[in-house]
Structure formats: C-alpha cells, structure tokens
C-alpha cells in the first residue's frame, strides 16, 4: 500500500481524499495555489505545497509544478479527484513515466472515452445499448441525410470531443441538415481543435441514469447500481438521488449486468460511471466518465462502500474489498449541491462565510471545505459545500433532507440553499415525476420569487 498520496486538487474533494487516505494510514500532500493559501485542505493535509498562482492553468492545471511536488515530497502516488486534470490521459501517462502511481484508470481508457465516437463505438463492441445514429463520425452529407431520415427528425449534432453537453446542436428537419453540420464543425474546430462529430437520434424527455463501476486489476468487476442525476440547469446536476425513482429491481439489475461486462472486457480498473439516457424503459449509453464523480456520496451511503477507499486499494493493486453478492444496496440517499451563487440568478457569489453552522443528525452527510472565517475566491468553481442525505425510503429521506436545509446556516455569501428549500416541496420532485428537461422549466417559473 502506498505511504503518501498526493492529492491534485483542492475543496471538498481534497478533503474526501485525505479522509480515506488517513483512515488508511496514507499519509497527504496537499497542493494549493496563493489563493488558496488559507483553504482547509491544505490545513488537513500531513504536507502542502503551493504550485502556482491563482489561474487554475498556472496551478491546478500545472502539470510540472504537481508532478514537481510529487517528487520533492517522496508521494508515491496521486489522485486526481474531479476536473483539472482527472480525465487527461497525458498527465496519467506523465505521472506514471515519473514512477508514480495515477490513481485511475489507464491512460489509453482515459484517452479511449474522451474521444466520444470512440467510446460509442468500443460500447457497442461490448455490448452496451446506443442511441441510434451514425457509426463512428459523420464525414459526408450525403451521409448525414441518410441516416437522418433513417432514424427520423429531430436528430442531434454531437463533437466527438465535446462532451457534458458542449458542442450539441438540435436539427428539427431536413432543410436545416447542412447548415448546422457546417457550423458544427467550424465550432468544434475552434473549441476542441478537432472537427469530428457524429449524429444521434434526439430524445426529447429522457431521464439522465448512470451507472457506478468499481473494477480491480484482477478482473473482479462490480456496480453500486446507478444515480438519477436528471435535474440539471445548462449542464450542471443540481440534486442527485440514488437509486433512481424510475427503476425497479429488475431493469437495476440488466443494466448492471450490462455494465460489468463492458468493462470487463474493456480491461477498465477504477472506478468509472456509464452515463445513459432513460427514455420508455429503454437505456441508451452516451458517454463514460474516467473518474471519481462530484456525486459518488449518493452511492456511498446506500451502499455502505468507500468509492475512494476502492480507488486507491486497486491503485495500489491490490482487489476490490468486496464482491458482487455482497453488495446490498439499502434505503434513499439524496445530495443537493450547494453553489456559491444567487439562488435565481446563479451568478457566482464568492466572499467572506460569516457564519457556517452544517446540519447533522442520523443519516446526514456534509462534504465541505468551508469554515467561518473563510473566504470563497472568486477563480473557481462555485460548488462549497454537498449535503447528503441517506433514509431507509424515499420519503424519509425527504423529510430529512426538508430538516437538514432548513438547519444548514451559511452566511456572508448567497448560495443555492434557498432554490433547494423549494425545489424539495414541489409536487412533481416530491413524486419523483422528473426528466432532464424538467428543472429549467421549474427555474424558469421561480426566478425571483421568495
Ligand atoms: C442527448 C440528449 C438527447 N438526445 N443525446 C447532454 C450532456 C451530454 N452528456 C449528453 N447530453 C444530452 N445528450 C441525445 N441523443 C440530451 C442531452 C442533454 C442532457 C443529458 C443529460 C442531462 C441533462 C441534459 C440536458 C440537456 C441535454
């Protein structure tokens, strides 16, 4: 097992991270940029060092800087956590040429389902259910218009290295075709440096279902079932639930079925999440994500598994500490995101937290970096604070959750607390009656309103 992990990254991630690794006797480096002189995770930390200036591309981002600290500080090994650099292949790959340990997938996996049409097509190969569409990316017109009027109007436009909803474009017929393929390209050149896109069938209701995977280096492959992650407003999840209101047992178990054997025969090891849409009972994978997720609380607390404690035993090599049979998947868990934001307008609203009190309680879970005192820079993202809450059912998870928010006091700064406190007492949440579509809509009506 490693003596000293490195963590890359910073707020309440790196404070998940140092968790597991102290509870496993794994001593931490923390990395900071001078914004982050004073950031809690540098505080929990055994060592920290500061590797840049505030722009995360100075500093989080700073490839050279991090593996630099690595090496000075004797880590043997480093965690990504989420964003910056956790889905770059290029850094797993500098990481492990320096002799460290990435504590994630492999680089050629990482690299494999950052190319979207890429992912699609090894998911088909193993598998896995699609929406219909091109195979592999679009290079003729002609093309486009057949399969077009195979799968039938609207369809979607998609960047093969986009993904999380950039670069999408909805073409309602025929006529409007060349022009958005045109466009398309030109946009995905320009952002992503890469012209390749592909067409899919555009669902129009689907609910967002993913899937959490462990998988070890022995072939031992296991799911924790999946998360709703359906409420989301310009591609950000706002409150995510496990497991999904729309699933029973039966359709639970196919999918991960489904999925353990995809990354089986990937030869995939960490953890990993395979996104679908859930449109009339039928799944259709979209993409995979590489890394430890922002929401993977929701499945730790219904299934009692440490996803972080998992990543780095099979980092480390050694297996996953349980099997499938053993997994037993237990009540209702929910998280709300809570953003340094106006609750109707989320514009950021960084500043000084003049009074911080959590909520608690059984079956509360709040995963912060924040403390009185502390300030919120302006230079990242917006996420403070994750409040998770876990009940033997639906419903007694939201009468806690109801109890949980009306306890949590954050001051100083406006958050989305408030949007939370509405949104858990509307009807249609409340009955689980939701899709993607849904919360933009529910915004759109309450904008503004006490
Ligand atoms: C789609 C879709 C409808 N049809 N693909 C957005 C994020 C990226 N991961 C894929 N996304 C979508 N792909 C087809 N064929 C609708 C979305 C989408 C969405 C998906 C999940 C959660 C929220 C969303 C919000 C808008 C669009």
Redesign the pocket.
Known sequence: MFDKVLIANRGEIALRIHRACREMGIHTVAIHSTADNDAMHVRLADESVCIGPPRSAESYLNIPAIVSAAMITGADAIHPGYGFLSENARFAEIVEEHGLTFIGPSPDHIRMMGDKVEAKRKMIEVGVPV?P?TDGALDNIDEARAIAETIGYPV?I?ASSG???KG?KVVESADQLEGMITAAKREARANFGDDAIYL?????H?R?IELQILADTHGNVIHLGERD??L?RS?QKVLEEAPSPALNAKERARIGQIGCDAVRKLGYRSAGTI?F?YENGEF?F??MNTRLQVEHPVTEMISGIDIVREMIRVAAGTTLSMTQDKVALQGHAIECRVNAEDPATFTPSPGTIEEYHPPGGLGVRVDSALYAGYRVPPNYDSLIAKLIVHGNNRNECLMRLRRALEEFVIGGIKTTIPLHQKLVSEPDFINGDYD??WLESFVANNAGKP
């Open positions: 929406v569409g979607l998609k993904g999380g909803g999408m899919e069938k555009y669902l129009a689907p967002h992650c359906s989301q591609h996104e849409l259709y979209i993409e993607i579509r």
